[in-house]
């Protein structure tokens, strides 16, 4: 299996000629760099600028490769993105939680998840946080103006692939932090079990994320950071990928751990076997 990963929650996950990607944004995305695949599914879980802020214009270019491609988000979020796309009708999917489409022999299933909190918990994390935000109120006003014609409440849609060879991969986006309802984790543990779980983590989720890691029990872990370019432009903290996979790595020594830090990094993972094979 290869990963790509492009900065922010953009990664690119190809099996054979099959590439599904999640939440592509941004320059560093173009066509060329995903390298034409037989089959292209790109899957958005929501409206925020970062996830699907770019995505229009990336549909629109002129190398655009269309007819292999195909566009899977809520139907507030696929109405939005495919508006002058030239996007086949019949390729724009619109899913609400607990839907499923095949595609060229790959099955996505979609789910529900609520996303992680904006702010630190506790009054005072929280006021130092809203001070650094306003102490770039011109950063501050791009990143809200840049989301004022987007479908920001769009329903939150995770996704469980199945690829052709029957690999799993389940992209819980960022639905895995400390007030996740561990009921929906139950379900989606039971329902939607993969061999790989992609997730965002941010500095404050840390201490919960071996909760949910407990109940989905995958083989092997992705980990980003969902908003580290906004949390070095605000001067927040943010975590050592690293340190922390080699912590989560001691604690679950059947699961093998890796992280998505450098945008443009490419690698190939093997899938099902313990770590260390």
């Not at 989301?147 to 920001?152: R, Y």
Request: charged share 20%.
């Amino acid at each position: 299996m290869e990963v790509q990963y492009f900065g922010w929650s953009g990664v690119a996950i190809r099996r054979a000629d099959t590439l599904v990607g999640f939440d592509l944004f941004g320059d560093a995305v173009t066509w060329a760099k995903l390298d034409d695949p037989a089959t292209t599914i790109l899957c958005v879980t929501h409206g925020h600028p970062e996830h699907c802020g770019s995505l229009m214009r990336f549909l629109a270019t002129p190398d655009a490769h269309l007819p292999t491609t195909h566009l899977i988000s809520s139907p507030p979020v696929i109405a939005y993105v495919t508006r002058g796309s030239g996007l086949p009708i019949a390729h724009a999917h619109a899913l609400e939680a607990g839907d499923t489409v095949s595609i060229d022999g790959a099955r996505v299933t979609a789910f529900a998840w609520k996303h992680m909190p904006l702010l630190p918990p506790g009054v005072r994390p929280k006021i130092e946080y809203a001070a650094h935000v306003l102490s770039r109120p011109i950063d501050f006003a791009r990143i809200a103006f840049a989301g004022l014609p987007l479908p920001l409440r769009a329903p939150m849609l995770g996704f469980h692939i199945t690829f052709a060879d029957g690999t799993t991969v389940l992209n819980y986006a960022e639905g895995l932090h400390r007030i996740t309802d561990p009921h929906e984790v139950e379900a989606v543990a039971h329902e939607l079990s993969a061999d790989v779980l992609l997730f965002a983590v941010e500095p404050e989720e840390v201490q919960t994320i071996p909760r949910w890691l407990e109940m989905l029990r995958p083989a092997t872990v992705f980990l980003y950071e969902a908003h580290r370019p906004w949390r070095e432009r605000f001067r927040l903290p943010y975590v050592d990928l690293d340190a922390y996979a080699t912590e989560l790595s001691d604690r679950f020594q059947h699961t093998r751990f890796n992280t998505l830090i450098d945008p443009g990094q490419v690698a190939v993972y093997p899938v099902g076997s313990p770590p260390g094979h």
